[in-house]
Protein backbone atom coordinates (compact mmCIF):
# COMPACT_ATOMS: atom_id res chain seq x y z
CA UNK A 1 0.00 0.00 0.00
CA UNK A 2 1.31 3.52 -0.82
CA UNK A 3 2.06 6.51 2.08
CA UNK A 4 -1.17 7.99 3.55
CA UNK A 5 -1.02 10.62 6.01
CA UNK A 6 -2.41 12.32 9.16
CA UNK A 7 -2.16 15.80 10.09
CA UNK A 8 -1.95 16.24 14.01
CA UNK A 9 -1.97 19.87 14.86
CA UNK A 10 -0.41 21.56 17.97
CA UNK A 11 1.85 18.77 19.24
CA UNK A 12 3.82 19.78 22.30
CA UNK A 13 7.23 18.23 22.76
CA UNK A 14 8.33 16.63 25.94
CA UNK A 15 9.97 20.03 26.53
CA UNK A 16 7.48 22.28 25.83
CA UNK A 17 7.70 23.16 21.97
CA UNK A 18 5.00 23.01 20.13
CA UNK A 19 4.63 21.89 16.59
CA UNK A 20 2.13 20.60 14.09
CA UNK A 21 3.19 17.32 12.31
CA UNK A 22 2.44 15.03 9.45
CA UNK A 23 2.44 11.16 10.34
CA UNK A 24 3.03 9.39 6.81
CA UNK A 25 2.04 5.60 7.07
CA UNK A 26 1.41 2.60 5.08
CA UNK A 27 -0.73 -0.92 5.87
CA UNK A 28 -0.01 -4.19 4.60
CA UNK A 29 -2.28 -7.01 4.67
CA UNK A 30 -5.49 -7.12 6.01
CA UNK A 31 -7.78 -4.42 7.09
CA UNK A 32 -7.90 -3.55 10.82
CA UNK A 33 -11.30 -4.67 10.97
CA UNK A 34 -10.65 -7.73 10.46
CA UNK A 35 -7.21 -8.84 11.92
CA UNK A 36 -5.29 -8.27 14.67
CA UNK A 37 -2.89 -5.15 14.43
CA UNK A 38 0.91 -5.56 13.99
CA UNK A 39 2.55 -2.01 14.68
CA UNK A 40 6.34 -2.02 12.95
CA UNK A 41 8.81 0.40 14.09
CA UNK A 42 11.49 1.23 11.95
CA UNK A 43 15.29 1.84 12.68
CA UNK A 44 17.25 4.34 12.35
CA UNK A 45 17.69 4.23 8.25
CA UNK A 46 14.53 2.47 8.04
CA UNK A 47 11.18 3.40 6.60
CA UNK A 48 7.86 2.64 6.47
CA UNK A 49 8.16 0.38 3.64
CA UNK A 50 8.40 -2.97 5.64
CA UNK A 51 6.96 -5.91 2.79
CA UNK A 52 7.16 -6.51 -0.48
CA UNK A 53 9.88 -6.42 -3.20
CA UNK A 54 11.75 -3.31 -1.93
CA UNK A 55 10.80 -3.55 2.34
CA UNK A 56 13.94 -3.51 4.45
CA UNK A 57 12.18 -6.11 6.61
CA UNK A 58 10.35 -8.32 3.70
CA UNK A 59 12.17 -11.72 4.81
CA UNK A 60 9.78 -11.37 8.44
CA UNK A 61 7.22 -9.81 6.99
CA UNK A 62 4.70 -10.77 3.65
CA UNK A 63 2.76 -13.75 3.16
CA UNK A 64 3.12 -17.05 4.45
CA UNK A 65 6.33 -14.99 6.62
CA UNK A 66 6.70 -14.89 9.99
CA UNK A 67 4.53 -11.78 10.34
CA UNK A 68 1.85 -13.34 7.83
CA UNK A 69 0.03 -10.52 6.09
CA UNK A 70 -2.53 -13.18 5.00
CA UNK A 71 -3.57 -13.13 8.97
CA UNK A 72 -2.64 -10.23 10.50
CA UNK A 73 -3.10 -5.89 9.54
CA UNK A 74 0.15 -4.70 9.58
CA UNK A 75 1.03 -0.47 10.47
CA UNK A 76 4.13 1.15 9.54
CA UNK A 77 4.33 4.66 10.61
CA UNK A 78 7.10 7.15 9.35
CA UNK A 79 9.24 8.95 11.99
CA UNK A 80 8.22 12.00 11.15
CA UNK A 81 11.02 13.85 9.17
CA UNK A 82 12.79 10.58 8.52
CA UNK A 83 12.47 11.95 4.67
CA UNK A 84 10.84 8.81 3.07
CA UNK A 85 7.99 11.23 2.28
CA UNK A 86 10.15 13.96 0.71
CA UNK A 87 9.09 16.18 3.05
CA UNK A 88 11.78 17.10 5.85
CA UNK A 89 8.98 19.18 7.45
CA UNK A 90 9.94 22.18 9.94
CA UNK A 91 10.13 19.56 13.88
CA UNK A 92 13.76 18.28 11.80
CA UNK A 93 15.49 22.27 11.36
CA UNK A 94 14.90 22.19 15.79
CA UNK A 95 15.95 17.95 16.09
CA UNK A 96 17.07 18.58 19.86
CA UNK A 97 13.54 19.86 20.67
CA UNK A 98 12.50 15.83 20.33
CA UNK A 99 13.01 12.84 22.37
CA UNK A 100 12.29 8.77 21.52
CA UNK A 101 8.91 9.76 23.82
CA UNK A 102 7.89 12.43 21.77
CA UNK A 103 7.81 10.07 18.71
CA UNK A 104 5.83 7.14 21.00
CA UNK A 105 3.41 9.97 21.58
CA UNK A 106 2.78 10.72 18.16
CA UNK A 107 2.42 7.57 17.28
CA UNK A 108 -0.29 6.72 19.50
CA UNK A 109 -2.12 9.98 18.11
CA UNK A 110 -1.86 8.22 14.72
CA UNK A 111 -3.22 5.18 16.30
CA UNK A 112 -6.22 7.01 17.80
CA UNK A 113 -6.96 9.12 14.66
CA UNK A 114 -6.81 5.68 13.12
CA UNK A 115 -9.19 4.15 15.57
CA UNK A 116 -6.73 1.36 16.57
CA UNK A 117 -7.54 0.84 20.57
CA UNK A 118 -5.59 -2.52 21.07
CA UNK A 119 -2.02 -3.96 19.38
CA UNK A 120 -1.56 -7.16 18.73
CA UNK A 121 2.42 -6.87 18.94
CA UNK A 122 4.75 -4.01 18.81
CA UNK A 123 7.72 -5.19 17.60
CA UNK A 124 11.28 -2.70 15.92
CA UNK A 125 14.79 -2.98 15.88
CA UNK A 126 17.57 -0.54 17.29
CA UNK A 127 15.58 2.80 18.13
CA UNK A 128 12.20 1.11 16.68
CA UNK A 129 12.58 -0.77 19.87
CA UNK A 130 12.87 1.83 21.91
CA UNK A 131 9.86 3.79 20.68
CA UNK A 132 7.98 0.25 21.18
CA UNK A 133 9.68 0.63 24.66
CA UNK A 134 8.23 4.16 25.07
CA UNK A 135 4.68 3.55 23.54
CA UNK A 136 4.37 0.61 26.29
CA UNK A 137 5.22 2.78 29.51
CA UNK A 138 2.71 5.52 28.00
CA UNK A 139 -0.01 3.00 27.58
CA UNK A 140 0.86 0.01 29.39
CA UNK A 141 -2.43 -1.61 28.54
CA UNK A 142 -2.32 -1.20 24.87
CA UNK A 143 0.25 -3.82 23.55
CA UNK A 144 -0.26 -7.58 23.57
CA UNK A 145 3.21 -8.55 22.71
CA UNK A 146 6.44 -5.78 23.64
CA UNK A 147 9.10 -7.04 21.19
CA UNK A 148 11.93 -4.78 21.09
CA UNK A 149 15.23 -6.08 19.34
CA UNK A 150 18.94 -5.17 19.36
CA UNK A 151 17.29 -2.42 22.02
CA UNK A 152 16.69 -1.50 25.31
CA UNK A 153 14.36 0.65 27.82
CA UNK A 154 17.08 2.92 28.12
CA UNK A 155 20.17 4.56 26.19
CA UNK A 156 23.48 3.87 28.04
CA UNK A 157 26.66 5.49 28.59
CA UNK A 158 28.25 3.87 25.54
CA UNK A 159 25.45 4.75 23.22
CA UNK A 160 24.88 8.26 24.18
CA UNK A 161 28.96 8.38 23.62
CA UNK A 162 28.56 7.01 20.45
CA UNK A 163 25.78 9.45 19.70
CA UNK A 164 27.63 12.55 20.91
CA UNK A 165 30.50 11.61 18.52
CA UNK A 166 27.97 11.20 15.33
CA UNK A 167 26.62 14.58 17.07
CA UNK A 168 30.18 15.90 16.62
CA UNK A 169 30.48 14.49 12.72
CA UNK A 170 27.27 15.91 11.58
CA UNK A 171 27.62 19.20 13.16
CA UNK A 172 31.50 19.86 12.36
CA UNK A 173 32.51 17.36 9.31
CA UNK A 174 32.64 19.08 5.91
CA UNK A 175 31.07 15.66 4.90
CA UNK A 176 28.64 15.12 7.52
CA UNK A 177 26.96 12.40 6.34
CA UNK A 178 29.41 10.36 4.54
CA UNK A 179 31.36 10.58 7.47
CA UNK A 180 28.85 9.82 10.34
CA UNK A 181 28.37 6.76 8.72
CA UNK A 182 32.05 5.40 8.43
CA UNK A 183 31.96 5.55 12.14
CA UNK A 184 28.20 3.97 12.94
CA UNK A 185 29.05 1.42 10.82
CA UNK A 186 32.40 0.49 13.17
CA UNK A 187 29.38 -0.04 16.10
CA UNK A 188 27.17 -1.94 13.72
CA UNK A 189 29.51 -4.51 12.98
CA UNK A 190 32.14 -6.36 15.04
CA UNK A 191 35.94 -7.01 14.55
CA UNK A 192 35.23 -10.82 13.61
CA UNK A 193 32.65 -9.93 11.27
CA UNK A 194 35.16 -7.34 9.25
CA UNK A 195 37.93 -10.00 9.50
CA UNK A 196 35.49 -12.69 7.94
CA UNK A 197 34.34 -10.66 5.19
CA UNK A 198 37.72 -8.42 4.38
CA UNK A 199 40.35 -10.45 6.09
CA UNK A 200 43.06 -7.87 5.26
CA UNK A 201 42.57 -7.62 1.30
CA UNK A 202 42.86 -5.18 -1.00
CA UNK A 203 40.56 -3.93 -3.58
CA UNK A 204 43.62 -3.02 -6.34
CA UNK A 205 41.52 -0.81 -8.88
CA UNK A 206 40.76 1.64 -5.82
CA UNK A 207 44.45 1.13 -4.28
CA UNK A 208 42.93 0.79 -0.46
CA UNK A 209 42.01 -1.80 1.39
CA UNK A 210 38.05 -3.80 0.68
CA UNK A 211 37.02 -2.87 4.04
CA UNK A 212 37.96 1.06 3.02
CA UNK A 213 36.22 0.81 -0.25
CA UNK A 214 33.09 -0.82 1.76
CA UNK A 215 33.20 2.03 4.21
CA UNK A 216 33.62 4.61 1.77
CA UNK A 217 30.79 2.99 -0.55
CA UNK A 218 28.07 3.00 2.49
CA UNK A 219 28.97 6.61 3.31
CA UNK A 220 28.36 7.87 -0.08
CA UNK A 221 25.14 5.17 -0.26
CA UNK A 222 23.65 6.83 2.42
CA UNK A 223 24.77 10.33 1.71
CA UNK A 224 22.34 9.79 -1.52
CA UNK A 225 19.49 9.12 -0.15
CA UNK A 226 19.37 10.40 3.28
CA UNK A 227 19.15 14.57 4.45
CA UNK A 228 21.34 15.82 6.83
CA UNK A 229 18.73 16.90 9.44
CA UNK A 230 17.16 13.91 9.38
CA UNK A 231 20.09 12.11 10.50
CA UNK A 232 20.58 14.59 12.92
CA UNK A 233 17.26 13.86 14.10
CA UNK A 234 17.16 10.16 14.29
CA UNK A 235 20.58 10.63 15.95
CA UNK A 236 19.06 12.13 18.75
CA UNK A 237 16.15 9.73 19.08
CA UNK A 238 18.75 6.83 19.32
CA UNK A 239 20.30 9.12 22.58
CA UNK A 240 16.93 9.60 24.05
CA UNK A 241 15.67 6.37 24.93
CA UNK A 242 14.63 6.33 28.65
CA UNK A 243 11.31 5.11 30.23
CA UNK A 244 12.26 6.33 33.66
CA UNK A 245 12.86 9.45 33.21
CA UNK A 246 10.39 11.56 34.76
CA UNK A 247 9.06 8.73 36.32
CA UNK A 248 11.24 8.22 39.38
CA UNK A 249 12.30 4.59 38.17
CA UNK A 250 12.53 1.65 35.65
CA UNK A 251 10.43 -0.47 38.10
CA UNK A 252 8.02 2.43 38.64
CA UNK A 253 7.70 2.84 34.94
CA UNK A 254 6.92 -0.70 33.82
CA UNK A 255 4.58 -1.61 36.71
CA UNK A 256 1.26 -1.14 34.87
CA UNK A 257 2.67 -2.50 31.71
CA UNK A 258 0.61 -5.64 30.80
CA UNK A 259 2.07 -6.41 28.04
CA UNK A 260 4.50 -9.71 27.33
CA UNK A 261 7.90 -8.35 26.89
CA UNK A 262 9.68 -10.58 24.46
CA UNK A 263 13.71 -9.25 24.50
CA UNK A 264 15.62 -10.02 21.37
CA UNK A 265 18.83 -9.59 21.99
CA UNK A 266 22.15 -10.10 19.60
CA UNK A 267 25.31 -11.89 21.54
CA UNK A 268 27.35 -9.57 19.26
CA UNK A 269 25.67 -6.31 19.47
CA UNK A 270 27.83 -3.80 20.46
CA UNK A 271 25.17 -0.98 21.18
CA UNK A 272 22.42 -2.54 22.72
CA UNK A 273 24.92 -5.26 24.83
CA UNK A 274 23.27 -8.61 25.63
CA UNK A 275 24.13 -7.77 29.30
CA UNK A 276 22.11 -5.04 29.41
CA UNK A 277 18.86 -7.04 27.81
CA UNK A 278 19.22 -9.57 30.25
CA UNK A 279 19.53 -7.03 33.06
CA UNK A 280 16.26 -5.88 31.81
CA UNK A 281 14.56 -9.36 31.95
CA UNK A 282 16.07 -10.64 35.08
CA UNK A 283 14.98 -7.22 36.34
CA UNK A 284 11.74 -7.73 34.79
CA UNK A 285 10.92 -11.49 36.27
CA UNK A 286 11.98 -9.98 40.12
CA UNK A 287 8.96 -7.20 39.59
CA UNK A 288 6.49 -10.30 37.98
CA UNK A 289 5.88 -8.85 34.60
CA UNK A 290 5.07 -11.28 31.26
CA UNK A 291 8.76 -11.32 30.38
CA UNK A 292 10.97 -14.02 27.82
CA UNK A 293 14.69 -13.36 26.73
CA UNK A 294 15.49 -14.29 23.18
CA UNK A 295 18.96 -14.34 21.42
CA UNK A 296 20.42 -14.01 18.03
CA UNK A 297 23.93 -15.63 17.42
CA UNK A 298 25.99 -13.72 15.22
CA UNK A 299 29.20 -12.69 14.36
CA UNK A 300 27.67 -9.45 12.52
CA UNK A 301 26.73 -7.33 15.80
CA UNK A 302 23.85 -5.06 15.92
CA UNK A 303 23.18 -5.39 12.47
CA UNK A 304 22.42 -9.11 12.63
CA UNK A 305 18.41 -8.04 13.27
CA UNK A 306 18.92 -7.11 9.38
CA UNK A 307 21.01 -9.89 8.46
CA UNK A 308 20.20 -13.14 10.60
CA UNK A 309 16.39 -13.63 9.17
CA UNK A 310 16.14 -17.52 9.68
CA UNK A 311 17.16 -16.59 13.33
CA UNK A 312 14.66 -13.78 14.13
CA UNK A 313 11.99 -16.24 12.22
CA UNK A 314 12.55 -19.01 14.46
CA UNK A 315 12.58 -17.29 17.69
CA UNK A 316 9.07 -15.07 16.62
CA UNK A 317 7.15 -17.91 15.34
CA UNK A 318 5.94 -18.92 18.34
CA UNK A 319 4.40 -15.95 19.08
CA UNK A 320 2.97 -14.94 15.98
CA UNK A 321 2.14 -18.43 14.46
CA UNK A 322 0.42 -19.52 17.72
CA UNK A 323 -2.01 -17.08 17.62
CA UNK A 324 -5.95 -17.83 16.75
CA UNK A 325 -6.40 -16.16 13.79
CA UNK A 326 -8.96 -16.84 11.07
CA UNK A 327 -7.87 -16.71 7.65
CA UNK A 328 -10.57 -15.66 4.82
Not at 264 to 286: A, I, M, P, Q, Y
Amino acid sequence: MGLKYLEISNFKTEIGKQSSITLSYQFFGKSIDEAPVVLVNHALTGNSNVSGKDGWWSHLIGKDKCIDTNQYSVLAFNIPGNGFDNDQQKLIANYKDFTTRDIAKIFALGLEALKIHSLFAVIGGSVGGGIAWELAALYPKLIENLIPIASDWKSTDWLIANCYLQDLILCNSSNPIADARVHAMLCYRTPVSFKTKFDRTTNESLGVFNIESWLIYHGKKLQERFHLETYKLMNQLLKTIDISRGRGSFDKAVSAITSHIHIVGVNSDLFFTVNENKETFFRLKELKIKTSYHEVKSIHGHDAFLIEYEQLTELLDPIFKNYNVKVA
